[in-house]
């Protein structure tokens, strides 16, 4: 016994000393030798860009494979991806893609026009179960052929002029268009690999597997190592190679938040997708510090369910959301990562900034709760608040319940669930008040102001108003000026805020932790990264 | 059977002496009265809490948030401005109760079944061990997720959740027990004199298997007070602004850096409980231990 | 003996069915399904993936036809992550749990019986409280604990051992086999404490003692054997248990094992992920407590004499 101990600790001791000999962290290596060590978030699902959904995903997914066009990281502009330059007609209606000569997949191939109209009738498919589908809704027929109304894909808006050349008729005008096109359920795929695996449409195909992955992004995939790490190395055929910097990315599955702050610590990371809540503090009070903290074009609110009492009666829901202190919220539990949020859209989305019904305004609420039949809180049948099981959100539903407790007199109690379940609660409108969260498929406001028509899915309050759905759905995408498209919107949010079917609370901020060394990647309103313009470069 | 066997079956003292005895040799283990003493001093004051709370448990302080231990508050607040100190009085209610009822439940389920299982033994035994079996192998999140749906949230479930889960290696371990127990000389000796099986169990092979029942309770309450944290994570444990240790330990895990009393003091709050526990229970072992009582 | 076994590992199949039928049908209940998400899905293409994963058939069907496949060996595919299978996944996650679960239980073993065995010998003194004081550490640490203080320790102040992955650097299976070998380490110390004192005041020991055998003779050739009965027991469902429960010290660490896919399947709803690991580690379980009794026999010399008669 004592000698399996001796040697036990024998070889706990050898191997001490042998990591302390390997030294050099993924960071030092990574600068040498242009590799980006990055925290990841999660194990991607797949790398099958017409099937995945999440943000993990995307940032794989985009460095393996390009859409028409790419997001500049600084401006978010739409720039040349496969699409060297493109052509809109007057009414916005056409867009004439011309396609770079010079695009090829990864085995060598040319990315041919053809390649998008096949892979957009796959993105389409109804058997395919693709859950992004809607992105290409703006495309004339797409949605009656994803939903199987129509059959013949050749009556849908895309169509190959030649090999170069394409022409995507849309139903109405779309201002956001261009920047769908850098979303990956728009990306190509290349037709041989998938159909030597099976039909385009299956789902449980090999063809994103390290052998046989065809891409035609800036970068190929060269290890796959489920939960461990993801590996792409720079592309030798992408059309724009020389403008890659990177040799390489290493993708970590970093789904526990202090694991990865730990790792970044330990200089296993250049950057991770987010950072502990209270680590925040001691990274802002740092000198150089890596910390980087940017807005976010996402909205974190309480749905009300507007169809069941207390909440039905809208005086009680603006007595609700008038009775908070967001500014106070933030500074103390958050240590001041957000900005208080009055409206469902983000301000400045593109510019457009949405009203401010809901400012804090305790004597206003006070009145309100009265008029609504709860004088100081007298009579308050009391209220259950739903959120999904996560520290953030049980902080700010904490907080939250003893503001309502001391600004209005009433009792809120809480319940958490775990994800799934809390999912099937919201879609059922099982709930009286929870918790949710919008983050922005695409800089516009259009993509918030639908959530809230009637019956949408994603509505979730039983707001309905026939006159919003119609500043939103017709008379928006007919404005001929931004200005006019933006007044309607603003209309349109006045409408739905009145109406009060949400709490806003803040909006969103993104977090990272980013070692200096990292050049060319800029904060922005998407949390879009766009790896061609990354470098290291070790500091001294 | 040989005469000494019937002479130690004879001698088998009755139920209240042993148990009177029992205590005389507790009372000389001072660790166990300490632990004992600790024990009680917590219980009591977990009785005691609403009235001798210093803070109200949701009062809340923002501007304050996370302070370290001062003269106002004597173990520090939360990121709330909440008195830990208070926190963890009414935390200790909350972890008191599930710890010990339903370590109860586990006990009288785990201990009927084993011993049941142990001494009746053939296809009894096989077909009660397997439904063990199927019971360990049962995806355990999916359960208590179905638990919370059909019957919604309250703490009796709460209770019965984690004792339904406990019990298993508490029978497993009862059981094999009582097996061993089964092959010596005096349980032979009774059963060929025709005592009652239920006399039997109750008589020689409880008392005689409570050594290592008595020790795996006493870590089973722990474990369960830092189970019911999980079960809060899902959804079906306590919800704030109420607490329990379990829930800040894993709070106080999370910012253990930053704000390390908040992980300090609850930590030291179940640690206490823990070691308590264990010299009780290693005094009740020794003490209910006829045949070491004589060394 | 062998027959003890037969028996065992025929009761072994019905074992497996009722846990897979119970679990089939209990994920169906559960509220919440493998294509929800955070953003509505449309009707249509909820019909669509439910069609491509069998969903759209009646329960008892697609009950049918799951235990065709297992039958076959062949688990289904995974739904959370297309074109990958469950047996693929199993098999990349295992050999990691096993490896790390081995260690786990190596480390408990070793500190957790050492210090039960030096406790049991002088019980009551300072040669039985500290030992098992120290164990007992391990009870109140959970992984979710012990795991971060000691990397905070070892990987960020000390800069000796790496703070994540799984054979990557060298070092870096250190701490996590100790932080979830801890917890066991102090079960097996109170237990294997626990077993050898009733064992040192048997008769036979007495005997032995009476005989003026050398104490370290006794404790080793008689009091080890019956007094690490209730470890041995214990053992069984441990491993099970570390298999099962490694998926705090595995997402601490950031180390790709089983105990990952086995929680999270049960979380994304992962219908087939869920069937499939429960399937699997059950039978590890029956495997394991067969092993565990067996072992236990073995160890028990009047239990063996019983055995050696049939």
Redesign the interface.
Same mark, same amino acid.
């Given at each position: 016994?004592a000698f399996?101990?001796r040697s036990?600790f024998l070889a706990?001791s050898a191997?001490?000393l042998?990591?302390?000999a390997?030294g050099e962290s993924n960071v030092e290596s990574g600068n040498r030798e242009g590799i980006l060590h990055y925290g990841n978030g999660a194990?991607p699902?797949?790398l099958?860009p017409h099937?995945v959904?999440g943000v993990p995903e995307n940032h794989i997914v985009s460095a393996l494979f390009e859409g028409l066009t790419s997001k500049n990281p600084y401006t978010l502009e739409p720039e040349p991806g496969v699409a060297q330059r493109w052509e809109i007609s007057d009414d916005g209606l056409v867009y004439i893609f011309h396609l770079n000569p010079e695009a090829r997949w990864s085995n060598g191939d040319t990315v041919v026009a053809a390649d998008f109209v096949w892979s957009w009738q796959r993105a389409l498919s109804?058997?395919?179960?693709?859950?992004n589908?809607?992105m290409l809704f703006p495309v004339k027929n797409a949605e009656e052929y994803?939903?199987?109304k129509l059959e013949n894909f050749n009556e849908v808006g895309i169509r190959a002029i030649d090999a170069h050349t394409l022409r995507i008729e849309l139903n109405a005008p779309t201002p956001f268009f261009l920047q769908l096109l850098d979303h990956y359920s728009t990306f190509p795929v290349h037709r041989p690999t998938l159909e030597k695996f099976g039909k385009g449409t299956d789902?449980?195909?090999?063809?994103?597997?390290v052998e046989n992955l065809v891409g035609n992004g800036p970068f190929v995939l060269t290890e796959w190592?489920?939960?461990?790490r993801i590996k792409v190395q720079r592309s030798p055929t992408y059309w724009d190679r020389d403008k890659v910097r990177l040799n390489g990315v290493v993708f970590?599955?970093?789904?526990?938040v202090?694991?990865e702050e730990?790792?970044f610590?330990?200089g296993?990371l250049h950057y991770t997708g987010t950072i502990p809540l209270d680590k925040i503090p001691v990274y802002k009070a740092m000198e150089n510090s890596p910390y980087v903290n940017a807005p976010y074009l996402g909205t974190y609110y309480y749905l009300l369910n507007t169809q069941a009492a207390p909440l039905d009666d809208v005086r009680v829901r603006k007595a609700l959301a008038k009775s908070i202190n967001r500014r106070q919220l933030i500074d103390s539990v958050m240590h001041g990562i957000n900005e208080p949020a009055y409206s469902i859209t983000p301000p400045d989305t593109l510019g457009y900034f949405p009203p401010k019904l809901l400012e804090y305004d305790v004597d206003l609420a006070r009145q309100l709760l009265a008029e609504a039949g709860y004088p100081n809180g007298e009579g308050w049948p009391g209220l259950e608040l739903l959120y999904n099981t996560h520290e953030a959100h049980r902080k700010i539903a904490v907080a939250l319940q003893q503001m309502w407790k001391d600004t209005l007199n009433i009792d809120i109690t809480l319940a958490n669930q775990?994800?799934?379940?809390?999912?099937?609660?919201v879609?059922q409108m099982n709930f009286q008040m929870a918790r949710r969260?919008w983050i922005g498929d695409y800089v516009d406001a259009n993509n918030f102001l639908d959530l809230f028509l009637c019956g949408?899915?994603?509505n979730s309050t039983g707001f309905c108003d026939a006159e919003f759905d119609d500043m939103v759905q017709r008379q928006a995408p007919r404005a001929t000026s931004r200005e006019e498209r933006y007044a309607i919107f603003y209309a349109a949010e006045t409408r739905l805020m009145e109406a009060v079917p949400i709490i806003p609370i803040y909006t969103y901020s993104s977090n990272h932790l980013i070692h200096p060394s990292v050049k060319g990647m800029p904060s922005n309103l998407m949390d879009s990264l766009n790896l061609k313009y990354v470098w290291l470069e070790a500091t001294p | 059977m040989n005469d000494q066997a019937i002479n130690m079956i004879a001698q088998a003292p009755p139920g209240s002496s042993l148990w009177r005895d029992a205590w005389h040799r507790l009372k000389r283990?001072r660790?166990a009265l300490f632990g004992l003493a600790v024990l009680s001093f917590f219980i009591l004051i977990a009785l005691l809490t609403p009235w001798i709370a210093p803070y109200g448990y949701a009062d809340q302080n923002l501007d304050l948030g996370a302070s370290p231990p001062s003269a106002e508050h004597w173990l520090g607040t939360d990121v709330f401005g909440r008195d830990l100190l208070t926190q963890i009085m009414y935390g200790g209610r909350i972890s008191l109760a599930v710890g010990f009822v339903a370590t109860s439940v586990a006990l009288l389920i785990g201990v009927t079944w084993g011993a049941i299982a142990g001494y009746v033994g053939g296809r009894v035994d096989?077909a009660m061990?397997?439904m063990v079996?199927?019971l360990?192998?049962?995806?355990f999140?999916?359960?208590i997720?179905?638990l919370m749906?059909v019957f919604g949230r309250n703490l009796i479930l709460l209770f019965l959740a984690i004792g339904a889960v406990e019990w298993?290696?508490m029978a497993?371990?009862m059981r094999?027990?009582v097996?061993?127990l089964r092959?010596?000389e005096f349980v032979e000796a009774a059963i060929s004199i025709g005592l009652p099986a239920s006399t039997i169990v109750r008589r020689h092979l409880i008392p005689n298997a409570l050594?290592?029942i008595i020790?795996?309770t006493?870590?089973t309450i722990?474990?369960v007070m830092?189970l019911e944290a999980f079960l809060s994570f899902l959804g079906l444990g306590v919800q704030p602004p109420q607490t329990s240790w379990g829930l800040l330990?894993?709070y106080g895990?999370e910012t253990?850096?930053e704000y390390p009393w908040l992980?300090i003091f609850p930590?030291l709050a179940?640690?206490l409980t823990?070691?308590s526990l264990?010299f009780l229970g290693d005094g009740l072992?020794?003490a209910l231990?006829v045949?070491?009582a004589g060394? | 003996m062998w027959r003890f076994i037969g028996?065992r590992l025929l009761?072994a199949i019905?074992?497996?069915i009722?846990?897979v039928t119970?679990?089939f049908f209990?994920?169906r209940?559960?509220?919440?399904?493998p294509?929800?998400?955070?953003?509505?899905?449309?009707p249509?293409?909820?019909a669509?993936?439910e069609?491509?994963y069998r969903l759209d058939q009646p329960m008892l069907q697609q009950y049918a036809a799951y235990m065709g496949d297992l039958a076959r060996g062949d688990l289904g595919?995974s739904f959370?992550?297309?074109?990958?299978s469950v047996n693929e =996944?199993i098999a $990349? #996650?295992l050999p990691v749990t096993a490896e790390l679960g081995l260690y786990a239980l190596l480390v408990a073993v070793?500190i957790g019986?050492?210090a039960g065995v030096i406790a049991s010998l002088k019980?009551?003194t300072a040669q039985d409280?500290i030992p098992?004081?120290a164990a007992?550490?391990g009870?109140?640490m959970?992984s979710?604990?012990l795991g971060?203080?000691l990397?905070?320790v070892f990987?960020?102040y000390l800069?000796?051992?790496?703070?994540?992955?799984?054979g990557?650097?060298?070092?870096?299976k250190?701490l996590p086999a100790i932080t979830l070998g801890s917890t066991y380490a102090?079960?097996i110390a109170? =237990?294997s404490? $626990? #077993?050898m004192?009733?064992v040192l005041?048997q008769d036979y020991i007495r005997t032995a003692r009476a005989k003026g055998l050398p104490e370290w003779q006794i404790v080793v050739k008689h009091g080890l054997r019956g007094g690490m009965?209730?470890v041995v027991?214990?053992l069984g469902?441990a491993f099970?248990g570390v298999l099962a429960g490694s998926f705090v010290v595995e997402?601490?660490?950031?180390i790709?094992?089983l105990g990952?896919?086995?929680?999270q399947a049960?979380?994304?709803?992962d219908y087939t992920m869920?069937l499939g690991?429960?399937v699997f580690?059950?039978t590890l379980?029956?495997l394991f407590?067969l092993l565990s009794d067996i072992l $236990?026999a073995w160890m028990?010399p009047?239990?063996r004499a019983?055995f050696g008669k049939r």
């Open positions: 016994m399996l101990i036990f706990v191997l001490v042998a990591s302390c390997a194990e699902q797949g099958d099937i959904t109804p058997v395919m179960g693709n859950q589908a809607y994803a939903t199987g789902r449980f195909t090999p063809w994103t597997r190592k489920l939960n461990r970590y599955p970093t789904e526990n202090a694991t730990r790792m610590r330990a296993q775990e994800w799934k379940v809390y999912l099937h609660t879609d969260g949408g899915g994603n | 283990n660790l096989a061990m397997r079996d199927i360990y192998a049962l995806p999140m999916i359960f997720v179905l749906v298993l290696t497993r371990i094999s027990q097996q061993t092959q010596q050594g290592p020790v795996y006493t870590l722990p474990s830092l330990i894993s895990a253990m850096e992980l930590g179940l640690t823990l070691f264990n072992r020794d231990d045949r070491g060394d | 028996i009761q019905p074992v497996i009722a846990v119970v679990t209990l994920v209940v559960a509220p919440g399904g294509f929800d998400g955070e953003k509505a899905v449309m249509e293409v909820k669509a993936l069609a491509q595919p959370k992550y297309p074109g990958r =996944l $990349a #996650g070793i019986g050492l019980p009551n409280y098992m004081s007992m550490i009870i109140c959970p979710f604990l971060p203080i990397l905070l990987g960020i800069e000796w051992l790496p703070v994540s992955g799984w990557d650097i060298p070092g870096d250190i102090a079960y109170r =237990l404490r $626990a #077993g004192l009733e005041n009965i209730p027991a214990f469902p099970a997402t601490i660490f950031q790709p094992g990952r896919f086995y929680v049960a979380f994304n709803r869920i690991t429960t580690l059950s379980i029956v407590n $236990a028990n009047r239990l019983q």
